[in-house]
């Protein structure tokens, strides 16, 4: 299997946003029986070395990180209230901070004025990112329960369907001998 090749396959899945290894495949030139396969390919050795090359564990953990701890920028408005027409009373940019940061993972990073309002620029944890990236460490550490499924010896397995249905014969002839 031609290592060329393969990165051209793996280029072209990056291109598409890893989706489909079939449709890369199709695209580089294999044939439409081999690209139906895909795991023919994606299991080969050079497969292997290449993704390794070009996606290195250090990497990975790196961004896995990065998704981990992503934040979002949001802003919330605080508008002043009219105590009377000449009097307007505004929240002081400490009891905006204090606001904000009371909020666990929030981080105040600026707060814009003008006559009418108070405009607070915060980052926030992106929970949907962190969602994804606490999701995927689970299933590479095979947490989930299909990954975690044992299939135990049972007593009957190895009888054929003939021996089993003697055997349930026997057991029920005695039950109703009782």
């Not at 969602?131 to 689970?138: E, R, V």
Request: glycine share 4%.
């Amino acid at each position: 299997m031609s290592k060329v090749r393969v990165k051209r396959v793996i280029k072209k899945m990056v291109e598409n946003g890893g989706k489909s290894v079939s449709k890369a495949m199709l695209e580089v030139g294999y044939k439409p029986t081999y690209a139906k396969n895909p795991q023919k390919l994606t299991e080969s050795k050079g497969f292997k070395e290449l993704i390794d090359e070009f996606l290195p564990d250090s990497l990975i953990t790196q961004r896995h990180n990065e998704l981990a701890n992503a934040c979002e920028l949001s802003r919330y408005e605080f508008l002043h209230t009219k105590s009377n027409r000449k009097q307007i009373s505004e929240l002081t940019n400490n009891d905006i901070r204090e606001i904000i940061e009371s909020v666990p993972g929030c981080k105040l990073i600026y707060v814009k004025r003008d006559d009418y309002s108070s405009v607070a620029y915060f980052s926030q944890p992106d929970h949907h990112s962190r969602k994804d990236a606490i999701d995927m460490a689970y299933k590479l550490k095979g947490s989930y329960s299909p990954d975690k499924l044992e299939i135990t010896k049972r007593k009957y397995q190895d009888m054929s369907n003939a021996d089993l249905a003697n055997l349930e014969k026997t057991l029920k002839n005695f039950l109703l001998k009782k």
